[in-house]
């Protein structure tokens, strides 16, 4: 099974939150008062992506808002977590697929199955280094070695990444190197 997801919120460059998205919230809405600030950014840790995330009103109607609820029953196997979506494929591509065996679904989610094995350890680096891109465009896009930073990681340059990243404040540039970690 996958680990848990985690999230993070920032009062300007103060960490104030880490952990599952209803502590995140609850705490961020703290550290908004805390930081007397008017609000925290929230970011996903798995994407990097920020999360737009209304935090007025009580944590009780924030959570009820921002959690996601229970989908309603519909076609597939939801119990198994499998969910429909739309491809766009050539005809020739669509014939082929409609000549396997297995059926149209079971042959494509094989053939994402094998792509995923082949190298996984590339797939974990990639996406840690858009997730790292992501958090750091949002959260250091402006701060004196950003471009340097973002050149490092992407040639896989631990240490050149590191040393742009040091005069960055304590929490971006902890946070930052956390997500950067299995780029490496």
Known sequence: TDPPRTYVAFAGDTLVASGDLRTVIVRAMRGMALHAVDGVLLFDDETGQ???????GTPEEVLRRTMPSAPPRGRGRPKLGVKSGEVTLLPRQWDWLERQPL??????????????????????????????????TSMAGNRAGYEEALRALYRKDRKGFER??????????????????ASF
């Open 50 to 56: 920020q999360l737009e995330v209304s935090l007025q």
């Open 164 to 181: 742009r990243l040091s005069r960055w404040p304590k929490d971006v540039r902890k946070h930052t190197l956390k997500l950067a970690r």
């Open 103 to 136: 059926g149209i679904s079971a042959t494509l989610r094989r053939l994402v199955d094998e792509a995923l094995k082949r190298e996984p350890d590339e797939e974990i680096r990639r996406n840690a280094r858009e997730a790292t891109h992501r958090f750091m």
